[in-house]
């Protein structure tokens, strides 16, 4: 019998109304003959009052504390779905990511999952119960709580749709999919159809808060196919799936903006090897997740070197370079925190030329001055001033037309 994942967001789960919609969706894939695995995450904002309640009582927390203090949003939440299930006549099982059998390493706040016992969820399953996962949890070799951080309850979904090989993950959002750009900041914003793992990953790297990047790269790695959906409405959303020939046609697929940055400078680093390998090797170990990096060499043997990172890994990278500062010999660190990136992304990038010339000229008939640029094969990132950027995103939108269809568009 094919298995289906489905993953309800917090504001799709936020009341009590919502939470008995979620278990409609899921009884209705039960009733046609799929065996069910649902994935939560918290409530509303319930991770929220608890990391408020935390900080009331201690402004550093111990972060495995955390881990247990925060994995209790998604437990309340699968147990309330559990219940609204058999409500309607359905049985049902809650499940916490350690009763899911979901191992990850011991990272507390920012775990990664290294195996799914599927046996756990199979056997429930085969006993006709939709399952209902804690999201964003696990546990680790020591038998601690661990939480994956930002987008977990995503990471969650996809891993578990790879591990049971489900058909589909689905994942219901209060949006209808993934829109060209964020409809909030363009109006005129298009829902996409169908969209690459690539473009997607490049996007939700981005800022697009649809889905989260690590759930993306385990769509990709395991062929997991995506479909993104509205919880409050019945209409078909985005798949997000392998490339197809006609996504070469399609020269920008959307654009994006991010705000929540810092731009991290280290002033006069030695331009030696392997200088620049164990800075990024401390940021790594401590999960700074790092974009944008640019050296600038001063001098044969002296350099700047500059990277962005999200401000929620602000004082984590801030910490790591101070820590290293005798070890890399460096001047100075220079933090900027007024700054936007936007960047457009699409597959036609890698077969078509003309792109960064429209997009430079679009923003700087704008007066849109350009701090930074970065590439990627499908993706052209600038780094700007903080003000500017809802303007230099409606610009990109515009110029390239992610108001029309593909096929309406001008090349």
């Given amino acids: 019998m094919a298995i289906i994942v489905q993953k309800f967001g917090g504001t799709s789960v936020a009341d009590a109304e919502k939470i008995q919609r979620a278990a409609r969706r899921a009884k209705k894939r039960a009733d046609q003959g799929y065996q069910v695995v649902m994935v939560t995450s918290a409530r509303g904002k ?126 219901y959002t209060d949006v209808d999919g993934v829109y060209t750009t964020d409809p909030r900041k363009f109006k005129r914003a298009l829902k996409i159809d169908q969209i690459s793992y690539d473009e997607m990953l490049e996007m939700a790297s981005l800022g697009a808060g649809v889905m989260h990047g690590r759930a993306i790269e385990f769509g990709k790695k395991y062929g997991v196919t995506i479909h993104v959906r509205s919880s409050s409405k019945e209409i078909e959303g985005t798949l997000i799936t392998h490339e197809v020939p006609k996504m070469e046609g399609i020269l920008v697929s959307g654009a994006t903006i991010q705000k929540d940055l810092a731009k991290i400078t280290i002033i006069e680093i030695e331009n030696h090897p392997g200088i620049a390998a164990r800075i990024f090797a401390n940021l790594a170990k401590a999960r700074v997740s790092v974009n944008d990096i640019i050296q600038t060499e001063i001098s044969e043997d002296i350099a700047n070197l500059s990277f962005t990172v999200g401000k929620s890994d602000l004082a984590d990278a801030m910490k790591c370079i101070k820590k290293i500062k005798s070890d890399v010999n460096y001047k100075d660190m220079f933090v900027r925190e007024d700054i936007a990136e936007v960047s457009i992304v699409g597959i036609g990038m890698r077969t078509h030329y003309g792109v960064a010339d429209k997009m430079f000229n679009a923003l700087a008939q704008k007066q849109v001055n350009i701090d930074s640029i970065t590439t990627s094969e499908i993706r052209i990132s600038c780094i700007i001033d903080k003000d500017q950027g809802d303007m230099a995103l409606e610009t990109l939108c515009t110029v390239f037309e992610l108001d029309k269809e593909p096929e309406d568009r001008e090349m």
Wanted: aromatic share 2%; with cysteine; proline share 3%.
């Fill in 46 to 171: 319930m991770t929220d009052h608890l990391i408020a309640d935390a900080l009331e009582l201690n402004p550093d927390p111990c972060r495995r504390e955390m881990d247990q203090l925060l994995s209790t949003g998604e437990q309340q939440t699968v147990a309330l779905m559990a219940m609204a299930l058999h409500s309607m006549g359905q049985p049902a099982i809650s499940m916490t990511g350690f009763q899911a059998g979901i191992r990850t390493d011991a990272v507390p706040a920012k775990a990664r999952i290294t195996n799914i016992e599927r046996e756990k969820i199979q056997a429930q399953l085969d006993d006709g119960k939709i399952v209902v996962v804690a999201g964003f949890q696990g546990i680790d070799e020591y038998e601690n709580i661990t939480t994956l951080g930002r987008g977990g309850s995503d990471t969650s979904a996809v891993a578990l749709a790879a591990a049971l090989e489900a058909e589909q993950c689905e994942i």
